[in-house]
Structures are given as structure tokens and as C-alpha cells.
């Protein structure tokens, strides 16, 4: 009985303890639930909190913005408050972050924290180290090479394998709340990189910076200024691309281009956050300009896979796009971008001779010899380092010919120290302190000796030398330093045979598209993207830098100590365990980083394909380049229509994959024609060719005209002001030939028409008084463009047609009228001409009595182009997307302004003019008027090319089809003339060597 009743008590006490036991455990189980669901809200709270505030803050950014444009539009001297005294005073200009289709960026616009720099000082030369001093600290640094010399696979186009993985889709499917991804991310801008939180949405992305981050509050306010994004948010509607990046040798970055063609950069802790936020944005891949599916795995793929898939190569070899452009596509999947200056655009100096008072572009003596670097090309300088790797004693760092680099975030600067806001960041990065003079880029001549005899300069050029002639010229009234009282630095010294920049960057871009340099062109890429750049062959072509300026030559994953993880890779020695973390080190260490510079992503790893010869692609049939046939005669045909009525309207939409290619005419009595285009520029010149067989002749006249039926279906009956004088801005027809659109009319509407049926299909409202004109900008794919209204009440609106809808709007269910998507104001008269470029993102119009006003397509006045005291009355305006603006003033005078308002050229012609055109590249201008006579000019300097054979009667309208070898005009006898045209035959190259 004892042994039972102690068997049971411990029975008993087991299980009182097991139930003690379970009740702590429920207990502890219990708290960590609560701890863990008020740790959860706390995140919530935490991470409401920022979001909220993250919108106060871009709220705040946005209404000092439209603060700011308000102002300029009322201030401005043709605002409602402005005064000439005034505005001048406050004309400060900064370049803006817009880029055009080739990635150029040069729209200026107002500055509104000014560019004078009062305080800024001349550095002294005592303040600078020598060059073995900048060499020898640079041997202190090492790091773990572990290049990874695998050959990549090819990226396979075919199949969609863009679909997350189901651990994503899991993960992906599980986030609830708005948030669909959170994680911390540095903004990565020009000269400023900011910690802050990146969020996503499942329809926009939103990036607040931490403001009370020790780093950031260190940021000079005037640099802050400059720095868009800080504050950010971007709709998804609005990515337009994604691109995988490096920062500071990683793969963890990522740039996001915008359909505002700007872009923003972000850094992330590691790749699997950088694949995550690439899931969770739109599948866009990298754009459509290169020929590769929209999909996400596309933005993931390195630029070496990018670079294969792409067409471009191929269309660079058969001459579908100019160097130029290649060179920008090379850079641009290369990792190269403008929001990381050590990551700059980098391009060749391609001229030699910047001493003559003529440069002659047929001599091969005047290009660079683009086989060799720049530290190659002076035999004597090759051999100094040459000897310097082969003589290599430093046995923890691999040797290298050159301790500067082709391209640094210094050397852009350097170059651009003359506009803002790379003014304002050159002063940061020197202690508010201009450059010594013999240091600064003041002449074109001596920086290129200089990178031929300096020993530690062997640099490149930047994309700006091409396109931007503003920053070669000081405009903004500060000198950069001064010795004994003299000026020694304004305006950038130009070659004797350049009399202005323009001219600089005009022939400066003409040598880098001549066939010299086509036919070299494939060797550069060797050196810089290609098989010359690391390796045997690097070390052959006398090609080696630091080897901390290439990809791959430190991996953070093989790093374990948290410690170390948080310092840039650049800051590594071999052993990383011996290494010492002191904060002097540390700073010297980001100081040296800054000038390695970074050489861009190998994409290709065998020598890069040649160019076609342009001699060669000139007898290939309907080339671009084909002149061959120069006694071709200069009228194709001449289509006469049965009506007499003057055609006033000629909109040549010609491309093969439209529905109908056709040519729409209209008359001054409103009747339009869709006249049948038939390519048959290859059958020009072939044998037994005749202009006589009708069914080789390019336009064939529209059906409904010639046969005189159903003319009421191409008649526009609705009245028109009685007041309005019928001509070429009346109408606007569609890139696809549908549609037409025609102002005038009584009710203070413009109108759209199907031109297949002639009925009305929608009327637009918007202004106070008659609209006077119409114009169209370039179609983007699917058809979208701007159109842009002109009226009587010194307005314009900005319209967006869809291409999709076929309207005005985007939608096309709305019993509502279409609202604008600006309204632009600063004249005093009637809108009598305009002219829009997407490209540009610009609108230029002109008053009945002046002046042309240039607008940003958001509304912002930007300047007035004024011409002289005699050009007061404008009439037509053309403009091109290479930034040409042509303007026709009463009185047969002409001028030719720049985008950015500096009068370039002007002229004074017999004629009363009443119809001009610029070529596609903007080097040519086509005019033609009451005397009948077609006339084409150079449009830099209105040197006359050509004068065709003068018609019966008067030109009202023309239009070039889209290869622009026919030019179609619209005559006051009620007919229209195909005219051969070929710009290449008046280009100066093909004219000395053909």
C-alpha cells in the first residue's frame, strides 16, 4: 500500500510539473505573441509614420516647384508682371536632366538659385600634390581580385521565362497592405549618394531620404538643390525602361528611365534585393529602341548578354544609325550613365589638328589613329609606359600602364565647369575653389597636347563635345581664377578653324560621322568595351589601369565580417583580417576611389565587326546613301487635281508598314485627298526606266478625285470664321493618314475628321477665341503625339492625341471634353504659327506681331527668340529634334536660332515665302514661295545648295516622304510636284570624294 500511494504521488507531482511546465511554456508563448504583434504594429505605425511624412515631404518639393513655375511665367519679360529690367537681372540658366532619343541632354531652363559664385576662390598651386605623390598613395591600396574570367552564357530570347520563382510569387502573394516591397536604398545622383527607404507600390515607387542621417546633413544645401528624387515618387504608368547598374564595381544598382525622359538611380544592400524590386516593378526590360523583348529578365541580364541580343550592331554596320548614336547605345548598356559621374558617357577625340585655319575632313592626317589609347598615340609617351609595366617591382599590386583613368568623375567636371549645375559641383568637390589656371580646360588645343605629352593625362571625351556648344562659352558671369590681376580663363579657346562653338561642335560631330572614323571606329570599342580591354590583349595594346577601376576585381560576398561588409569594396587589402580601420585611412581611402575612375562592362570578348563601307552600301537599292544617279531628273511628276482650288496642305506620311502610305492634300476650299504612296525610289534610274509608266510613279492620285465620286466624302462643308485666311496650319492630319484635324471654325473649336469617311469624330474646346493654327509633333510608337492649338487669344494649349483611341483624350467613353495638358501664355497678339518637338519636349510659336516664344510642353516659358530690329512679324516656324529653329519672318527675311535662343544665322530672300522644311538631321533647309521656285540651303549659315527649276505657279505647302528623297508641293494652280531630292549629294564629304 506504501509503494502504491508513493508510485501515485510521484505520478501526480510528474504531471502537475508537466502542466506547471506547459502553462510557462503557453506563458512565454503567449508574451513573445504579444511582443511580436506589438513589434509588428510598431513597424506599421513606423512605417505609416514615413510614409506620411514621405508625402508631406514630396507635397512640400511639389508645391515650391509649382510655386516656382508660376512665378517664372508671371516674372518673366513676357509675363504678366514681368519688365525687361527686371527679367535680366534674374537670367541664370542651368542645363536640365531632359534627354532626347540619343540620350543628349541639352534643354536649358531657368535657375532659380542663381550661378554667379561671387565667393568662390583661385586655388593656389601649392595646394596641389605631385604626381608621385598621388602614385605612391595609390600603391597602399589592395584588394581581393576575384575577376571572374567564365565566358557568359547567352541570353535566350525565345519562350517567356519571365515568371518569378514560386518562392517569390509565394513571398510576393503573402505582403499585404499598400506596401508591396520596402527595403533601404542610396539615391544615387551626380555628386551625392543618400541613404534613405525605397517603397513600392503596386503603382508607384516612393523614395524618402533619411534627413537626419550624419552623412546627409554633412551635404553642401547648394548641391542638395540640384538633386532631384530626394523627396521622389514615379508612377508605374510612367517607366519607360529598367537597367541593371554597378556602384563602386557592384551589381547592385539599378536605373529607372521615365517617360519625362529623365531617369533615377538607386543602390541596394545586395543582388536578391536588386532581382525583388526588378519583380515588383512594370515589365518594360530596357526600352524598345534596341530590338529586345519588354520583359523583366531583360533589365536583369548583364551587359554582355544585352549586347549580344541586341540588333543595334547590325543596324550600325549597314548604316541605319549613325556613330554617334551606336557609341551612346555601347555606353548606356555598358553600365555608363549621368547619375554617377565615375560612371560618365565616355567618347573619343577623333581630331588632331586643332591648329589650322582650315581643317580639310579628307585628309587622314587630321583624325586619331583609333587602334591605340590616348596614352599610345605619342610613340615617345608609349614607351614611358610601356617601361612602367614591364618594370613593375610592387609585387601586392598588379601592374598598370596609366595611374589616371580615360574617364573620372574630376575629369567630366573639368570639362563642364562652365554651366550649372556642374559649376556648383566643381566648387564642392574643391573646397568652393576654382581649378589653377593651367589646370583648367580653357583651350581645345592644349587640352588635347596635353593629353599627348602629360604623363598622368590620358583622358577621353565626354558625349557633350558633339552636341552641347554652351559649354565651351562662360555665360553666366564668373571667371575661373585670375593671375596678377588678368582674366585667364572665360570663354574656352577654340580651334582657329572653329569662329564659334557651334561651329566646334557642328564639325566636331561631322569628323566623328566621317568615313575615317567609321572605318576605325570597331578598334576604340576593342579598347574601351571590348576584347583590348583586360587580359593579353589589353596589356598588347598598351591598354592596362589600376586594376581597381575593373568589374569584378573585389567581391563583397566573399566578405564575412559584418565590419568589413559596411565599407565600399575599394577599401580592402588582400587580408582582410590584417586590415586597419582607422577614420584617416578610411577617408583617404574614399578620397583615392574618387580619382580610379571605372572602366565600363565588357561586352564582347572577339574583336568587334568593321562598318559597312559607305561606297559599298551606295549601290545596294533604296540605301540611304544611294546618289549614284546624279542626272536623274529633278521632277518626278506632277499630279494635277480636277479641282483649281490652291493646295494649302501637304502631309507626306509615307513609312511601308503603314495601312495606306499616302500623301493627304487639302485645298483652300477645305477638299482633301489620301493619295496613294508607292516606294519607287529603287526603280528610279533602273534600266528601261520611264517617267511615263504611271505605275512606277510614286503618288497615285486619290480614287474618290480622280473619278470625281464621292468628292462629298472628302469635303469638309462646317463653316469657318469668315475672318480666317485658309493655309498650311490649318490643318494637322495623323501619322497613320486616318485622321485630319482642322481649325477655323466659328465656335472656337478645331476638329477631327476620318479621312476614310470625311465624318466629323470629335470637337475640341479650350480657347476663348478662334484657333488659328495647328501643328503636330513626331509620333511615338502606337501613334500617340502632341498637338498643339494656337489662338486669337494669345494662348496655345498643349493636347495629347492617343493613337489607340483615335481622339483627343484618353478617353474615349468620357461624355466630358478633353482638358489640355498645359496651357502656355506670354504672348500679347494672335498665335499665327507653332511648331512642337516631343524629342525636345518644346513648343515654339509665334505672334501676328512677335515675338517666338519657346515653351517646355509643360508649360514652363523658357525664353524669346529675338531677332534683329527687322525680324518683327513671324510666319512660319520649322524645328528640328537636332535643336535647329527656323524661323520666316515677313519680308523674305530668315533666322536661324539654336533651342536655347542664340541666334545662329540670318538671311534676306526675294520672295514671299510660304512654305519651308528642315531635313530629318536638321543640317538642311528647303524653302519655297510665291515665285514658284524650290530652294535648298545649309541651315548653319543659309549658304544657298540648290535652286530647282521653277513651277508654273506659287508653293503653298511641302512635305518630304520618309526617306527623304522625294520632296511633295503643294502649288496654288491646284496641283502637286514630286520633286528627286537627295541631301547627300550638297553633303561637303561626298561632295570632295565623289
Keep these: 500500500m506504501k509503494d502504491h500511494i508513493v508510485r501515485v504521488a510521484n505520478e501526480a507531482e510528474f504531471i502537475l510539473n508537466r502542466q506547471r511546465a506547459e502553462d510557462v511554456h503557453k506563458h512565454a508563448e503567449f508574451e513573445s505573441q504579444c511582443a511580436q504583434y506589438a513589434a509588428d504594429?510598431?513597424?506599421?505605425?513606423?512605417?505609416?509614420?514615413?510614409?506620411?511624412?514621405?508625402?508631406?515631404?514630396?507635397?512640400?518639393?511639389?508645391?515650391?516647384?509649382?510655386?516656382?513655375?508660376?512665378?517664372?511665367?508671371?516674372?518673366?519679360?513676357?509675363?504678366?508682371?514681368?519688365?525687361?529690367?527686371?527679367?535680366?537681372?534674374?537670367?541664370?540658366?542651368?542645363?536640365?536632366?531632359?534627354?532626347?532619343?540619343?540620350?543628349?541632354?541639352?534643354?536649358?531652363?531657368?535657375?532659380?538659385?542663381?550661378?554667379?559664385?561671387?565667393d568662390a576662390l583661385l586655388k593656389a598651386a601649392v595646394e596641389y600634390g605631385t604626381e608621385e605623390d598621388v602614385v605612391k598613395s595609390k600603391k597602399t591600396f589592395r584588394s581581393q581580385a576575384v575577376v571572374n574570367q567564365n565566358a557568359e552564357t547567352e541570353l535566350m530570347l525565345e519562350g517567356d521565362d519571365d515568371a518569378v520563382s514560386l518562392l517569390q510569387e509565394k513571398e510576393i502573394d503573402n505582403l499585404a497592405g499598400p506596401v508591396v516591397l520596402s527595403t533601404p536604398a542610396q539615391l544615387i545622383a551626380p555628386v551625392v549618394v543618400a541613404k534613405g527607404t525605397l517603397s513600392i507600390t503596386t503603382t508607384e515607387i516612393y523614395f524618402e531620404v533619411d534627413e537626419e542621417e550624419p552623412a546627409f546633413k554633412k551635404i553642401d544645401p547648394k548641391v542638395l538643390a540640384y538633386t532631384e528624387g530626394l523627396h521622389g515618387k514615379w508612377m508605374f504608368s510612367e517607366i519607360r525602361a529598367v537597367f541593371s547598374r554597378r556602384y563602386l564595381l557592384q551589381n547592385t544598382a539599378l536605373e529607372v528611365f521615365m517617360a519625362n525622359r529623365t531617369s533615377v538611380m538607386f543602390n541596394f544592400p545586395d543582388?536578391?534585393?536588386?532581382?525583388?524590386?526588378?519583380?515588383?516593378?512594370?515589365?518594360?526590360?530596357?526600352?524598345?529602341?534596341?530590338?529586345?523583348?519588354?520583359?523583366?529578365?531583360?533589365?536583369?541580364?548583364?551587359?554582355?548578354q544585352l549586347y549580344k541580343s541586341s540588333n543595334m550592331t547590325q543596324r550600325w554596320q549597314r548604316r541605319e544609325i549613325s556613330n554617334f548614336e551606336y557609341l551612346m547605345f555601347l555606353n548606356t548598356i555598358a553600365g555608363r550613365t549621368y547619375n554617377d559621374l565615375n560612371q560618365y558617357p565616355v567618347f573619343p577625340w577623333v581630331l588632331t589638328n586643332y591648329e589650322s585655319e582650315e581643317l580639310d575632313l579628307t585628309l587622314p592626317g587630321n583624325f586619331r589613329d583609333l587602334s591605340k589609347p590616348i596614352g599610345a598615340l605619342n610613340p615617345k609617351r608609349a614607351v614611358f609606359y610601356a617601361e612602367r609595366?614591364?618594370?613593375w617591382e610592387d609585387e601586392q599590386t598588379p601592374p598598370y600602364h596609366y595611374n589616371t583613368h580615360y574617364s573620372t568623375s574630376t575629369s567630366t567636371l573639368s570639362w563642364l565647369v562652365r554651366i550649372e549645375p556642374f559649376t556648383t559641383f566643381f566648387l564642392n568637390a574643391n573646397d568652393g575653389k576654382f581649378d589653377h589656371p593651367d589646370r583648367t580646360f580653357s583651350s581645345v588645343a592644349r587640352s588635347w597636347r596635353n593629353s599627348q605629352r602629360d604623363t598622368s593625362d590620358v583622358k577621353e571625351l565626354i558625349p557633350e563635345f558633339y552636341y552641347l556648344p554652351e559649354m565651351f562659352v562662360n555665360s553666366n558671369g564668373y571667371n575661373?581664377?585670375?593671375?596678377?590681376?588678368?582674366?585667364?580663363?572665360?570663354?574656352?579657346?577654340?580651334?582657329?578653324?572653329?569662329?564659334?562653338?557651334?561651329?566646334?561642335?557642328?564639325?566636331?560631330?561631322?569628323?566623328?560621322?566621317?568615313?575615317?572614323?567609321?572605318?576605325?571606329?570597331?578598334?576604340?570599342?576593342?579598347?574601351?568595351?571590348?576584347?583590348?580591354?583586360?587580359?593579353?590583349e589589353a596589356v598588347r595594346a598598351l591598354n592596362v589601369f589600376h586594376y581597381l577601376t575593373y568589374e569584378g576585381s573585389v567581391n563583397l560576398d566573399s566578405i564575412t565580417d559584418p565590419v568589413l561588409r559596411e565599407i565600399p569594396e575599394a577599401y580592402f587589402i588582400r587580408d582582410p583580417h590584417t586590415f586597419l580601420l582607422t577614420e584617416d585611412f578610411i577617408k583617404a581611402m574614399e578620397a583615392q576611389i574618387q580619382n580610379f575612375g571605372q572602366t565600363p562592362s565588357q561586352l564582347l570578348i572577339e574583336p568587334h565587326p568593321?562598318?559597312?563601307?559607305?561606297?559599298?552600301?551606295?549601290?545596294?537599292?533604296?540605301?540611304?546613301?544611294?546618289?549614284?544617279?546624279?542626272?536623274?531628273?529633278?521632277?518626278?511628276?506632277?499630279?494635277?487635281?480636277?479641282?483649281?482650288?490652291?493646295?494649302?496642305?501637304?502631309?507626306?506620311?509615307?513609312?511601308?508598314?503603314?495601312?495606306?502610305?499616302?500623301v493627304v492634300t487639302v485645298t483652300c476650299s477645305r477638299l482633301f485627298a489620301v493619295n496613294r504612296w508607292h516606294n519607287?525610289?529603287?526603280?528610279?534610274?533602273?534600266?528601261?526606266?520611264?517617267l511615263d509608266q504611271a505605275h512606277h510613279l510614286p503618288i497615285e492620285m486619290d480614287p474618290l478625285i480622280a473619278n470625281n465620286s464621292g468628292v462629298n466624302k472628302r469635303q469638309i462643308t462646317d463653316l469657318v470664321d469668315q475672318s480666317i485666311q485658309i493655309n498650311a496650319h490649318c490643318f494637322v492630319v495623323t501619322a497613320d493618314n486616318r485622321y485630319i484635324l482642322i481649325c477655323g471654325f466659328w465656335d472656337k473649336s478645331f476638329r477631327v475628321y476620318s479621312t476614310e469617311t470625311g465624318k466629323?469624330?470629335?470637337?475640341?474646346?479650350?480657347?476663348?477665341?478662334?484657333?488659328?493654327?495647328?501643328?503636330r509633333s513626331e509620333s511615338y510608337i502606337g501613334g500617340d503625339c502632341y498637338i498643339v492649338s494656337g489662338s486669337r487669344d494669345a494662348t496655345l494649349l498643349l493636347w495629347y492625341w492617343s493613337g489607340r483611341h483615335h481622339i483627343i483624350g484618353d478617353n474615349p467613353n468620357s461624355s466630358?471634353?478633353?482638358?489640355?495638358?498645359?496651357?502656355?501664355?506670354?504672348?500679347?497678339?494672335?498665335?499665327?504659327?507653332?511648331?512642337?518637338c516631343a524629342e525636345l519636349g518644346l513648343v515654339i510659336s509665334g505672334a501676328k506681331e512677335g515675338p517666338c516664344l519657346v515653351h517646355t510642353i509643360t508649360g514652363d516659358l523658357l525664353r524669346a527668340l529675338e531677332g534683329t530690329e527687322n525680324c518683327l512679324y513671324p510666319r512660319l516656324i520649322s524645328v528640328s529634334s537636332e535643336g535647329h529653329c527656323i524661323i520666316y519672318y515677313e519680308r523674305g527675311r530668315f533666322s536661324n536660332f539654336s533651342i536655347n535662343g542664340k541666334l545662329l544665322a540670318q538671311m534676306e530672300i526675294n520672295d514671299s515665302t510660304r512654305a519651308i522644311l528642315l531635313s530629318s538631321d536638321g543640317q538642311n533647309l528647303v524653302t519655297g514661295g510665291d515665285n514658284g521656285v524650290v530652294e535648298v540651303w545649309q541651315a548653319c549659315d543659309f549658304k544657298q545648295l540648290y535652286i530647282y527649276p521653277g513651277c508654273d505657279a506659287g508653293i503653298r505647302a511641302m512635305d518630304l516622304s520618309h526617306d527623304q528623297r522625294t520632296l511633295i508641293t503643294g502649288m496654288a494652280s491646284g496641283s502637286i510636284v514630286a520633286f528627286n531630292i537627295d541631301f547627300n549629294r550638297w553633303h561637303y564629304e561626298h561632295q570632295n570624294r565623289y
Design 480 to 536: 575661373l581664377g585670375v593671375r596678377e590681376d588678368e582674366v585667364v580663363v572665360n570663354d574656352v579657346e577654340l580651334p582657329p578653324w572653329a569662329k564659334k562653338p557651334e561651329d566646334f561642335v557642328r564639325i566636331n560631330r561631322m569628323a566623328l560621322e566621317s568615313e575615317f572614323v567609321s572605318c576605325q571606329l570597331h578598334q576604340w570599342i576593342d579598347l574601351i568595351f571590348g576584347y583590348k580591354q583586360r587580359g593579353p
Design 41 to 118: 504594429r510598431r513597424e506599421e505605425e513606423k512605417m505609416c509614420d514615413h510614409l506620411i511624412s514621405a508625402a508631406k515631404h514630396r507635397d512640400h518639393v511639389t508645391a515650391n516647384q509649382l510655386k516656382q513655375k508660376i512665378l517664372n511665367i508671371l516674372t518673366n519679360k513676357h509675363g504678366a508682371w514681368g519688365a525687361v529690367s527686371h527679367s535680366q537681372l534674374h537670367d541664370f540658366w542651368r542645363l536640365d536632366y531632359w534627354e532626347d532619343d540619343l540620350r543628349r541632354r541639352r534643354r536649358f531652363v531657368r535657375n532659380a538659385f542663381g550661378s554667379t559664385h561671387c
Design 610 to 662: 568593321p562598318r559597312s563601307s559607305a561606297m559599298h552600301l551606295c549601290f545596294l537599292p533604296q540605301s540611304p546613301l544611294m546618289f549614284k544617279d546624279q542626272m536623274q531628273q529633278d521632277v518626278i511628276m506632277v499630279l494635277k487635281f480636277p479641282s483649281n482650288s490652291p493646295v494649302t496642305h501637304v502631309a507626306a506620311n509615307t513609312l511601308p508598314h503603314l495601312t495606306i502610305p499616302a
Design 271 to 304: 543582388q536578391a534585393t536588386v532581382k525583388k524590386v526588378v519583380y515588383s516593378l512594370p515589365r518594360v526590360g530596357v526600352g524598345t529602341s534596341y530590338g529586345l523583348p519588354q520583359a523583366r529578365r531583360i533589365s536583369l541580364a548583364t551587359p554582355r
Design 760 to 775: 466629323l469624330t470629335q470637337i475640341v474646346f479650350g480657347h476663348w477665341d478662334v484657333v488659328t493654327c495647328l501643328a
Design 680 to 690: 519607287t525610289v529603287g526603280l528610279r534610274g533602273a534600266p528601261g526606266y520611264s
Design 816 to 836: 466630358d471634353y478633353p482638358a489640355p495638358r498645359a496651357v502656355l501664355t506670354g504672348h500679347d497678339h494672335e498665335v499665327v504659327c507653332v511648331s512642337v
Design 389 to 391: 609595366y614591364e618594370t
